[in-house]
């Protein structure tokens, strides 16, 4: 015969059981509401959420008494404070702050005890009448919100909590070392010093994360060739790491996606950047923020890549180019993981990508040409005809080795390594300026 505690157990493990999958879709809803609310806040990094599992659930009924406090299962199961649980993470302690302040901020409707429902969604509610942040019981503060979700028929209830990196990393710690631990009971003074001094700690790298970060945003054009370099370095590499692991996830397979990353960072600054209010480093903060909202989203590698609307030709180089490229971006892997990417992160579809993609490889392919033509003092009529011939000659080195290392890479570096050449030539005649290009430019 079983202790009544247990059975008292069992039975809220059976409300459990027949709450589950709802639990599960309102985890999905509460996810999507402050996911929404907060990616566009430079503030916010990402948010992870989870539903307490049994085994928890079981050590919260014995540890908090619910079977004396709530005889009744049914009430003791509506009591449990985080049956769903959301950390929203932030950078810095001081961004913390911020974050709640947004959050609150559509939560007008008084609904009773203190709770808040939202503007926007009336089924999730806050409770903003605790002072935050709040004290813990180790006696440091944390911005913690109890909810309530109302599926119109039951309120269930969830705990948002909102953590700098930093304090993430003390809430392990934390958690694991003291919070569940009953074998350090002798020493807990010993313990709980060795604690302060760790917070102590964090709280001095937080400030010195927070230096670099300004560092980074603030960096202007005085020396933006650099930083420009520098930056796009850093970003390639964050993408490789990021889309390795998720083409191993799916795939089982380690690839090497360094010409890929690189050539996506390269497009994804020259939308950025025309933004011309933003400096390079706010570029680059914006750009790892959209990298972070990528990391839940799927790949889903072994599909094709299909262009709902016709892409848009300006020019019969971009037109021979797009052409080679739609003819391959279902063959040739690596063209095709490129997209997924910059679809991904560029929250835009492959027609625009693709059509967008083009003018990118234009931009790249002659800017640097007409700046030389200008300085060779080529006449306009002259200009033109070069150009065509000489991207001609480009479509069809890209027809005979129609991959993404060749085309943004091995041919570009051809090319450009012509216009370097080129000014020191002493001719201004067509076709002299043709054979050399032939001379030069090897795509066989």
């Excluded at 709902?308 to 003819?327: C, M, Q, R, T």
């Amino acid at each position: 015969m079983k202790l009544e505690l247990f059975n008292y157990i069992d039975d809220v493990m059976a409300i459990y059981d027949f709450h589950r999958l709802e639990l599960v879709e309102i985890n999905k809803e509460l996810k999507r509401y402050f996911t929404n609310k907060l990616q566009k806040n430079d503030e916010f990094i990402n948010i992870f959420t989870r539903i307490k599992s049994q085994d928890s659930l079981k050590e919260k009924i014995i540890r908090r008494n619910y079977f004396v406090k709530y005889p009744n299962p049914g009430d003791g199961f509506n009591q449990i404070p985080d049956l769903i649980g959301l950390r929203i993470e932030c950078r810095f302690i001081k961004d913390e702050e911020q974050i709640y302040k947004k959050i609150i901020e559509d939560f007008r409707l008084y609904t009773g005890g203190g709770m808040y429902a939202s503007k926007l969604n009336k089924k999730i509610r806050l409770n903003l009448d605790d002072p935050q942040p709040q004290s813990l019981n180790n006696g440091f503060k944390i911005f913690k919100l109890d909810g309530e979700f109302f599926t119109g028929e039951k309120t269930f209830l969830f705990e948002l909590q909102i953590k700098s990196l930093v304090n993430v990393f003390w809430g392990e710690i934390d958690h694991k070392i003291l919070y569940k631990n009953y074998n350090y009971m002798v020493t807990a003074d010993f313990f709980k010093d060795i604690m302060n001094s760790i917070i102590d700690n964090l709280t001095m790298v937080d400030r010195q994360l927070m230096i670099l970060y300004d560092h980074v945003r603030n960096l202007d054009a005085s020396v933006n060739i650099s930083a420009e370099n520098q930056l796009k370095t850093l970003l390639s590499k964050i993408l490789h790491d990021v889309f390795t692991q998720k083409i191993y996830d799916e795939l089982g397979l380690m690839m090497n996606l360094k010409t890929i990353t690189d050539v996506v960072v390269n497009f994804l600054f020259m939308k950025s950047i025309k933004n011309k209010d933003l400096t390079y480093g706010e570029n680059f903060i914006s750009l790892i923020n959209r990298i972070n909202l990528t990391s839940d989203c799927d790949m889903n590698i072994e599909d094709p890549i299909e262009l709902k609307k016709e892409p848009k030709y300006y020019d019969s180089f971009s037109k021979g180019i797009g052409e080679i490229l739609y003819a391959n971006v279902n063959k040739d892997l690596e063209w095709n993981l490129f997209f997924k990417i910059i679809s991904l992160i560029n929250e835009a579809s492959y027609s625009e990508n693709f059509t967008e993609f083009l003018i990118f490889v234009r931009y790249e392919y002659t800017i640097s040409l007409l700046r030389l033509f200008d300085e060779m003092g080529i006449d306009e009529d002259k200009k033109d005809y070069l150009e065509s011939e000489l991207l001609l000659l480009v479509v069809t080195g890209f027809k005979e080795n129609p991959s993404i290392h060749f085309l943004m890479d091995k041919s570009l570096n051809m090319f450009n390594d012509f216009v370097c050449n080129a000014k020191r030539l002493e001719t201004k005649d067509e076709q002299e300026i043709i054979k050399n290009f032939k001379d030069t430019y090897k795509y066989k």
